[in-house]
């Protein structure tokens, strides 16, 4: 049986540590986790400013490292859950899992139909030496495992002549690209744990057995935590929720592969029995990693979404150029089977912001800090699926590459096109955001993956990121004192449209601008774990959003350029 010793909830920007959770799991021996990680003290001192140079932005991660008095999900550890595993055949990791836990597998159900699938084969790529994860912290592992590239080449002129061929290579975050097959974790047979154990029968010496049926006599318990909730954001938790723990497979960094732990929500408002993406079903991701701290490795859990799709970027070789791409699936490695179709969103500091759902009380017809309102499983009041404009939020959301930058997304024409202010949607000319038009999408995919961009005039003059892609650019109207993208679905309009503050700076990011307190939109940059700083737009005065930089897709030195998305 599952016990809890003192089990409670440290929080630090939007991230959780559970304390005190001991449980038998059956599985394999524990980590010596106090030993420290080879090969890594010595350098430690300038680990935190490589991982800003290779902006990946571990903000919100390191914080929490930096924390006194914590304990992680210890009864997790038996797992060796940051074994590294070889993601070219990790559909075979879970069944060597299956014999030691008898977990139940479930498939989560697809909520997108937007999208291509992208099959690679066994293609090889650089790996790493890492073989156990959870002895590093995230910024070691950003410096000695390399996020996962795979080279690629997109016709862009004629079709037919590779002459004017881009050649590029896709980059997917670190820890964020999951399959989709999730399986609860069950309490042991009994400790330590015995041969017979998920055999089906109860024998002696077992508490229960992992191989009888959940809900059955003789059942072992699936593994639960318990997790005071601030629903209702008043800084205050005011309900505990109790959350079952699933396992799955998560693509860590080169190619290796890894098991996040996700929660379940099975008490409380968010609690809903139909594992679809972007939805409640899964509300924290977890992973392990060192904590210099304590000495040793430790579960760091941060709440969002499971989202459909793998999202990323395409690099244009030779050059810091990235541009977001999003597949349905991607195959790759020994076999068929192995596919990556899921990834993870945070809803705070990151892309989590854009399927989050506006509270009724709370809509204000712009976005907000940790909320934009435009899930792909939901629609417009008029009807209109809300897919192309999650789709085209992430274009602009992920395009973005500095951070402080505040910034306003706008989907409804109401200045442009005589539509109504609409509290329910995102309206133009938002205050604060009225004299700098930045980029637009429709949302669509071009060549199967890289999703629409259009830029402003200024992007023409000097910036090589727009013209290696030859990206166009589209004309903004100017209604009033406002400057906007036209939105609709003409020739010289688009779906979604991005403002910079007005008091946003060529060269440097902003301060946010004054007006009623409010959180706001966030253009997050990109990707990997800690994108839980990509979207940082701090409770500020002002409408809007700021970014924050993230991607280990791109090269150092763009932390030198200037502000304005890439350029």
Same mark, same amino acid.
């Given at each position: 049986?599952?016990?809890?010793?003192?089990? #409670?909830?440290?929080?630090?920007?939007?991230?959780?540590?559970?304390?005190?959770?001991?449980?038998?799991?059956?599985?394999?021996?524990?980590?010596?986790?106090?030993?420290?990680?080879?090969?890594?003290?010595?350098?430690?001192?300038?680990?935190?400013?490589?991982? /800003?140079?290779? /902006?990946?932005?571990?903000?919100?991660?390191?914080?929490?490292?930096?924390?006194?008095?914590?304990? !992680?999900?210890?009864?997790? =550890?038996?797992?060796?859950? /940051? =074994?590294?595993?070889? !993601?070219?055949?990790? /559909?075979?990791?879970?069944?060597?899992?299956? !014999?030691?836990?008898?977990?139940?597998?479930?498939?989560? %159900?697809?909520?997108?139909?937007?999208? %291509?699938?992208?099959?690679?084969?066994?293609?090889?790529?650089?790996?790493?030496?890492?073989?156990? @994860?959870?002895?590093?912290?995230?910024?070691?592992?950003?410096?000695?495992?390399?996020?996962?590239?795979?080279?690629?080449?997109?016709?862009?002129?004629?079709?037919?002549?590779?002459?004017?061929?881009?050649?590029?290579?896709?980059?997917?975050? #670190?820890? @964020?690209?999951?399959?989709?097959?999730?399986?609860?974790?069950?309490?042991?047979?009994?400790?330590?744990?015995?041969?017979?154990?998920?055999?089906?029968?109860?024998?002696?010496?077992?508490?229960?057995?992992?191989?009888?049926?959940?809900?059955?006599?003789g059942a072992c318990e699936t593994v639960t935590v318990a997790i005071d909730e601030d629903l209702d954001g008043n800084g205050t938790p005011e309900t505990s929720v109790t959350y079952e723990?699933?396992?799955? +497979?998560?693509?860590?960094?080169?190619?290796?592969?890894?098991?996040?732990?996700?929660?379940?929500?099975? %008490?409380?408002?968010?609690?809903?029995?139909?594992?679809?993406?972007?939805?409640?079903?899964?509300?924290?991701?977890?992973?392990?990693?060192?904590?210099?701290?304590?000495?040793?490795?430790?579960?760091?859990?941060?709440?969002?979404?499971?989202?459909?799709?793998?999202?990323?970027?395409?690099?244009?070789?030779?050059?810091?150029?990235?541009?977001?791409?999003?597949?349905?699936?991607?195959?790759?490695?020994?076999?068929?089977?192995?596919?990556?179709?899921?990834?993870?969103?945070?809803?705070?500091?990151?892309?989590?912001?854009?399927?989050?759902? +506006?509270?009724?009380?709370?809509?204000?017809?712009?976005?907000?800090?940790?909320?934009?309102?435009?899930?792909?499983?939901?629609?417009?009041?008029?009807?209109?699926?809300?897919?192309?404009?999650? @789709?085209?939020?992430?274009?602009?959301?992920?395009?973005?590459?500095?951070t402080g930058v505040t910034v306003s997304p706008y989907n409804r024409a109401n200045a442009t096109g005589g539509l109504s202010f609409d509290a329910r949607e995102l309206n133009q000319c938002e205050p604060g955001y009225h004299s700098v038009p930045d980029l637009a999408s429709t949302g669509a995919l071009e060549q199967g993956m890289?999703?629409?961009?259009?830029?402003?005039?200024?992007?023409?003059?000097?910036?090589?990121?727009?013209?290696?892609?030859?990206?166009?650019?589209?004309?903004?109207?100017?209604?009033?004192?406002?400057?906007?993208?036209?939105?609709?679905?003409?020739?010289?309009?688009?779906?979604?449209?991005?403002?910079?503050?007005?008091?946003?700076?060529?060269?440097?990011?902003?301060?946010?601008?004054?007006?009623?307190? #409010?959180?706001?939109?966030?253009?997050?940059?990109?990707?990997? +774990?800690?994108?839980?700083?990509?979207?940082?737009?701090?409770?500020?005065?002002?409408?809007?959003?700021?970014?924050?930089?993230?991607?280990?897709?791109?090269? #150092?030195?763009?932390? !030198?350029?200037?502000?304005?998305?890439?350029?």
């Open positions: 049986m599952l016990t809890l010793h003192g089990g #409670r909830v440290v929080r630090a920007l939007g991230w959780i540590v559970i304390a005190g959770l001991t449980a038998s799991l059956g599985c394999s021996a524990g980590l010596e986790d106090d030993a420290a990680p080879v090969g890594v003290a010595a350098r430690a001192a300038t680990n935190a400013a490589n991982s /800003m140079n290779a /902006m990946n932005a571990m903000n919100a991660m390191n914080a929490m490292n930096a924390m006194n008095a914590m304990n !992680a999900m210890n009864a997790m =550890n038996a797992m060796n859950a /940051m =074994n590294a595993m070889n !993601a070219m055949n990790a /559909m075979n990791a879970m069944n060597a899992m299956n !014999a030691m836990n008898a977990m139940n597998a479930m498939n989560t %159900t697809n909520s997108v139909t937007t999208g %291509t699938p992208l099959a690679v084969g066994a293609l090889r790529i650089p790996s790493t030496t890492l073989t156990d @994860l959870g002895r590093y912290t995230l910024a070691q592992t950003e410096l000695l495992c390399p996020a996962t590239r795979l080279p690629h080449t997109f016709d862009q002129g004629t079709p037919g002549d590779p002459s004017d061929d881009i050649a590029a290579h896709l980059t997917f975050p #670190r820890w @964020l690209v999951l399959k989709q097959q999730f399986e609860r974790v069950r309490v042991a047979c009994a400790t330590p744990v015995p041969g017979t154990c998920g055999n089906g029968v109860v024998d002696g010496g077992e508490q229960c057995d992992t191989g009888i049926e959940l809900g059955e006599p723990v699933f396992s799955g +497979i998560g693509l860590a960094c080169a190619d290796r592969a890894y098991r996040p732990f996700l929660l379940h929500p099975t %008490t409380g408002p968010e609690a809903t029995s139909s594992p679809e993406t972007f939805n409640t079903f899964f509300r924290y991701l977890c992973l392990q990693s060192w904590d210099e701290a304590q000495g040793k490795a430790v579960y760091r859990c941060g709440k969002g979404l499971l989202a459909a799709g793998v999202s990323g970027y395409a690099v244009k070789d030779g050059t810091l150029s990235a541009r977001p791409i999003y597949v349905s699936s991607l195959t790759w490695g020994d076999g068929a089977g192995n596919v990556w179709d899921r990834h993870w969103q945070f809803r705070e500091h990151h892309i989590g912001s854009i399927p989050e759902p +506006i509270a009724a009380g709370q809509q204000i017809g712009y976005a907000l800090d940790a909320a934009w309102g435009l899930n792909p499983r939901d629609t417009h009041p008029g009807g209109a699926s809300k897919e192309p404009d999650y @789709l085209a939020a992430l274009a602009l959301k992920t395009a973005t590459n500095r890289l999703l629409n961009l259009s830029v402003a005039g200024w992007y023409q003059d000097g910036c090589t990121w727009a013209r290696d892609w030859g990206l166009p650019t589209l004309p903004t109207q100017q209604v009033g004192s406002c400057q906007v993208f036209d939105i609709g679905g003409g020739a010289l309009q688009t779906r979604m449209g991005l403002n910079l503050g007005d008091a946003t700076p060529a060269a440097a990011p902003a301060s946010p601008p004054a007006s009623p307190a #409010r959180a706001a939109a966030s253009a997050a940059s990109r990707w990997d +774990i800690s994108t839980a700083a990509r979207s940082r737009a701090t409770r500020r005065c002002g409408a809007g959003a700021t970014t924050n930089t993230a991607s280990s897709a791109v090269a #150092r030195s763009t932390w !030198a350029a200037p502000w304005r998305s890439r350029c």
